[in-house]
């Protein structure tokens, strides 16, 4: 009997059962790269799920409410997704614009701004329309919270070079350490 080939879902080629991977959605994987860019988008998507749930939570505190309503969210999740003009047709791409985590650090410069507004424009209240005043608000400190995170960046990029270069320091010094280590105990040798 002929064996039956499982088709890979990542290149959608079919393959042997022996050079492929089963996964916990019980389908099976390439073993070369098709595993790998599994395990990847999985990650990826697992972040991509706790920033959305550490910036849902920040959101429902800053306007004490218990749900996000749904225009909110969408105009949210529309942010994310990022929009393309093709021909004078818009369209709706896939995680292009900025992550979830990134949109949590505006909301944080711009938090002061929001719960000011809230007093004193918005008359206290929490609906959609007054959640939306504060996304707006959050996106003109997406700049500003992207800037943020490439010093920061940077900074742990330096740090980094700078542990390595002391590394080496220490390395050398000891290597010269062992040499003159080395020339004296020839030294004595020469006395004995
Ligand atoms: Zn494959």
């Not at 002929?2 to 042997?16: D, I, T």
């Not at 002061?112 to 959609?128: F, H, R």
């Not at 080496?168 to 004595?188: P, Q, R, V, Y």
Request: some cysteine; overall charge positive.
């Amino acid at each position: 009997m002929a064996e039956r080939l499982l088709k890979c879902p990542v290149c959608e080629q079919y393959g042997h059962k022996d050079k492929m991977i089963r996964e916990e959605d019980k389908r099976y994987y390439h073993v070369e790269y098709c595993h790998d860019r599994y395990l990847r988008d999985k990650e990826a998507t697992r972040i991509e799920n706790q920033q959305w749930d550490e910036l849902y939570q920040y959101i429902i505190k800053l306007h004490d409410i218990i749900v996000l309503p749904k225009g909110n969210i969408t105009r949210l999740k529309d942010l994310r997704a990022g929009f393309d003009t093709k021909s004078g047709k818009r369209e709706r791409r896939w995680r292009n614009g900025p992550d979830f985590g990134l949109m949590l650090e505006a909301y944080k410069l711009a938090e002061d701004s929001i719960k000011w507004c809230i007093v004193n424009k918005l008359d206290g209240s929490n609906d959609t329309r007054a959640i939306n005043y504060g996304i707006s608000i959050m996106i003109d400190k997406l700049n500003e919270a992207f800037a943020g995170r490439k010093s920061k960046q940077q900074q742990k990029e330096q740090f980094e070079k700078t542990k390595v270069t002391d590394q080496d320091k220490t390395i050398s010094s000891n290597i010269n350490k062992n040499k003159n280590n080395k020339i004296d105990e020839m030294d004595i040798s020469a006395f004995l």
